[in-house]
């Protein structure tokens, strides 16, 4: 039996960019959400909110449910942890005065804050590639849902 992990992630748009995460690893170079797990006796709100800072230096005003991830390491080489996973992707706006930013302390991979233009969102490797999901969700109030096996290749 695999313990699931919950996922909060940051969806953020501004000025028809989004905001990624540059990282490096064995991997090469990619890019994700602003995003990790929830802690104990945090909201799902609450992490993505605090994620968004830790990981891009932030305050976001964390809006609906943009889309729904579900990561099974099993069904993916364990690119990314050996932990299942269910992500939840937030829809979130900038607080006034707010500058994305790295942070004094990045996560280990982590070698850059980038806002990408929407319209070369599907162009840069997103892990995961999740690209259209979020271009979707950006443009309906649906909740769009995602499994690993549905996904291209990262």
Request: proline share 8%; aromatic share 8%.
């Amino acid at each position: 039996m695999y313990p699931i992990r919950n996922r909060a992630c940051a969806l953020i748009v501004e000025d028809e960019k989004i905001l990624l995460i540059e990282m490096m690893s064995e991997y090469g170079l990619h890019y994700n959400l602003p995003a990790g797990g929830v802690e104990a006796g945090e909201s799902i709100e609450e992490a993505v909110a605090r994620e968004a800072f830790e990981e891009a230096g932030v305050e976001v005003e964390v809006g609906p449910l943009a889309a729904l991830y579900q990561y099974m390491p099993h069904l993916s080489d364990n690119y990314a942890s050996k932990t299942p996973s269910i992500n939840f992707i937030f829809h979130c706006h900038l607080k006034e005065g707010s500058i994305a930013r790295m942070p004094a302390i990045p996560d280990e991979h982590q070698v850059g804050v980038r806002w990408v233009p929407l319209d070369e969102l599907t162009d840069v490797p997103l892990h995961p590639r999740i690209q259209q999901q979020l271009l979707d969700a950006l443009a309906s109030e649906q909740v769009s849902w995602t499994n690993e096996h549905d996904l291209p290749p990262f």
